[in-house]
């Protein structure tokens, strides 16, 4: 099993950046490729990033590239959301998820393992 452990939500006001960790735990070693959704209420879950360690690559959705970027630090088994230029629309519930696969999906069902999710705010 791999427990993950999200932090750095908060409430921000529109224009502002936050940066969200994902800390993760247990059998690190069989995951690939971690990435992050959110969940604004009343909405589905949708995919937001992802990075994935063999072979390497970023994706992102349409709707925060340019604005937020991905990273990880392998020595602390953590990756990052650095969230820039927040807009409103991006307040939403934001998860940590990952994934044993070798290339990143966008879809929900194709993690295997997700954190509690932390909550960020962006006031108009």
């Known amino acids: 099993q791999v427990q993950l452990v999200e932090s750095g939500g908060g409430l921000v006001q529109a224009g502002g950046s936050l940066r969200l960790s994902c800390a993760a735990s247990g059998r690190t070693f069989s995951v690939n490729t971690m990435g992050w959704f959110r969940q604004a209420p009343g909405k589905e879950r949708e995919f937001v990033a992802a990075?994935?360690?063999?072979?390497?690559?970023?994706y992102y959705a349409e709707s925060v590239k340019g604005r937020f970027t991905i990273s990880r630090d392998n020595a602390r088994n953590t990756v990052y959301l650095q969230m820039n230029s927040l807009k409103p629309e991006d307040t939403a519930v934001y998860y940590c998820?990952?994934?044993?696969?070798?290339?990143?999906?966008?879809?929900?069902?194709?993690?295997?393992?997700w954190g509690q999710g932390t909550q960020v705010t962006v006031s108009s």
């Open positions: 990075i994935a360690w063999n072979p390497g690559s970023i």
């Open positions: 998820a990952a994934a044993n696969r070798a290339f990143i999906v966008t879809y929900r069902s194709g993690y295997d393992y």
